[in-house]
């Protein structure tokens, strides 16, 4: 009598279906484009940082190299659960794409952490007003505190550690789905919430500037790059509303997976995609669409008066003084005898006169220099 052979070593789990296949290539199909766009912004930011001069104060301050690593990573660990043509998966299959699913949302968490933070440290280095500024330091401390807690929450929420991905151990101390869909769209609600206000945010503020209309609808398309990421997250709760009841799992974790590195790789294109307005500015005028028309009279931001006074002040100075051969004046004179009001009112009267001839004004400095 013949021995029966003996059973494979990985039996299989179960197959994965034509929807699975269709999901996974539409997944690959969009993640990859994404990718590689928003390496061209990423690339221009980091250009800008450090061309033609080292910045390193702004370049250690900026979280865009770590958001992108972190991005990139999240999207590689969620690649696993592709399956491009139906097929049958073994259990070590089955298992190692859940520990890396699981993972996922962990480092998911730190990048739209790092994303937002590194927005919102931009905007901060605007002249704002406080009320503005007020809630851009709130929404960090929020968004920072619960980046954090997510974090440790997706690493520590099981006990054993590799309970929350292997199905087969039975004495562990987890939460239930519920939970976990909770913790989830609540982080959603957020990424919703700072997406809407970050991209609304700049796209108010540049749209104030007193700027030619082509360059403000420029600034502000790239800035409203964001409110594409708003869609994902709300595409992504929509889903996860579903999970409780879905039919086919894994295929709802595709979509799921594939609107949450489009929300990561469109949130990286708003946050460094103003670093593109120069290319496409010289883009532009190459094909004789200027965007800016030299103009001395337009100034780049609603300068606060003080400002404006101490600007004005300045170059009323260098008018009367430096660009005049004969006039100056020794600065450490200047600075012992000429008071505050004095300067200001011969500078604001300069001005107000400074298409006088160049000897008229050169003689009326010299008389109220030597009057003071």
Same mark, same amino acid.
């Given at each position: 009598?013949?021995a029966?052979?003996?059973?494979?070593?990985?039996?299989?789990?179960?197959?994965?279906?034509?929807?699975?296949?269709?999901?996974s290539?539409?997944?690959?199909g969009?993640?990859?484009?994404?990718?590689?766009? *928003?390496l061209?912004?990423?690339?221009?930011?980091?250009?800008?940082?450090?061309?033609?001069?080292?910045k390193?104060?702004?370049?250690?301050?900026d979280?865009?190299?770590?958001?992108?690593?972190?991005?990139?990573?999240?999207? %590689?660990?969620?690649?696993?659960?592709?399956?491009?043509?139906?097929?049958?998966?073994?259990?070590?299959?089955?298992?190692?794409?859940? %520990?890396?699913?699981?993972?996922?949302?962990?480092?998911?968490?730190?990048?739209?952490?790092?994303? =937002?933070?590194?927005v919102?440290?931009?905007?901060?280095?605007?002249?704002?007003?406080?009320?503005? =500024?007020?809630?851009?330091?709130?929404?960090?401390?929020?968004?920072?505190?619960?980046?954090?807690?997510?974090?440790?929450?997706?690493?520590?929420?099981?006990?054993?550690?590799?309970?929350?991905?292997?199905?087969?151990?039975?004495?562990?101390q *987890?939460?239930?789905?519920?939970?976990?869909?909770?913790?989830?769209?609540?982080?959603?609600?957020?990424?919703?919430?700072?997406?809407?206000?970050?991209?609304?945010?700049?796209?108010?503020?540049?749209?104030?500037?007193?700027?030619?209309?082509?360059?403000?609808v420029?600034? *502000?398309?790239?800035?409203?790059?964001?409110?594409?990421?708003?869609? %994902?997250?709300?595409?992504?709760?929509?889903?996860?509303?579903?999970w409780?009841?879905?039919?086919?799992?894994?295929?709802?974790?595709?979509?799921?997976?594939?609107?949450?590195?489009?929300?990561?790789?469109?949130?990286?294109?708003?946050?460094?995609?103003?670093?593109? =307005?120069?290319?496409?500015?010289?883009?532009?005028?190459?094909?004789?669409?200027?965007?800016?028309?030299?103009?001395?009279n337009?100034?780049?931001?609603?300068?606060?008066?003080?400002?404006?006074?101490?600007?004005?002040?300045?170059?009323?100075?260098?008018?009367?003084?430096?660009?005049?051969?004969?006039?100056?004046?020794?600065?450490?004179?200047?600075?012992?005898?000429?008071?505050?009001?004095?300067?200001?009112?011969?500078?604001?009267?300069?001005?107000?006169?400074?298409?006088?001839?160049?000897?008229?004004?050169?003689?009326?400095?010299?008389?109220?220099?030597? %009057?003071?």
């Amino acid at each position: 009598m013949e021995a029966s052979p003996p059973p494979p070593p990985n039996p299989p789990l179960f197959a994965m279906n034509e929807r699975v296949a269709f999901l996974s290539r539409v997944h690959v199909g969009t993640t990859i484009p994404l990718l590689a766009l *928003c390496l061209v912004p990423f690339f221009a930011r980091m250009y800008t940082r450090t061309w033609p001069v080292w910045k390193p104060h702004v370049v250690g301050a900026d979280t865009c190299f770590i958001r992108q690593l972190c991005a990139i990573a999240d999207w %590689a660990l969620l690649e696993k659960e592709m399956f491009l043509q139906p097929q049958e998966i073994t259990r070590e299959e089955f298992f190692f794409a859940i %520990a890396l699913a699981h993972h996922a949302i962990a480092v998911w968490g730190i990048a739209m952490t790092l994303i =937002k933070t590194s927005v919102v440290l931009t905007l901060l280095r605007l002249p704002l007003k406080r009320s503005w =500024k007020a809630v851009l330091y709130i929404l960090l401390a929020v968004q920072l505190i619960f980046g954090i807690a997510n974090t440790f929450y997706n690493f520590f929420k099981c006990r054993p550690y590799h309970a929350s991905w292997d199905l087969s151990v039975i004495e562990k101390q *987890c939460p239930g789905e519920d939970i976990n869909v909770i913790v989830s769209n609540v982080g959603s609600a957020m990424n919703i919430a700072t997406d809407l206000v970050l991209s609304v945010a700049p796209m108010s503020i540049f749209w104030n500037l007193r700027r030619p209309l082509r360059e403000r609808v420029l600034i *502000c398309s790239l800035t409203g790059i964001g409110l594409f990421a708003t869609f %994902a997250s709300v595409m992504k709760v929509v889903i996860l509303a579903q999970w409780a009841d879905a039919e086919d799992r894994w295929a709802t974790a595709i979509s799921i997976a594939t609107w949450t590195v489009t929300e990561q790789f469109v949130s990286i294109q708003a946050a460094c995609s103003p670093s593109l =307005k120069k290319p496409i500015e010289s883009l532009l005028n190459k094909f004789g669409i200027p965007l800016v028309e030299p103009d001395p009279n337009i100034s780049f931001l609603h300068v606060p008066e003080e400002m404006r006074q101490r600007e004005v002040r300045r170059q009323a100075r260098e008018w009367m003084g430096d660009s005049l051969s004969g006039t100056r004046v020794d600065s450490a004179v200047s600075r012992r005898d000429l008071t505050n009001g004095t300067l200001e009112h011969r500078d604001i009267e300069s001005l107000e006169g400074k298409s006088t001839p160049t000897s008229a004004s050169a003689s009326t400095s010299g008389t109220a220099i030597q %009057a003071t």
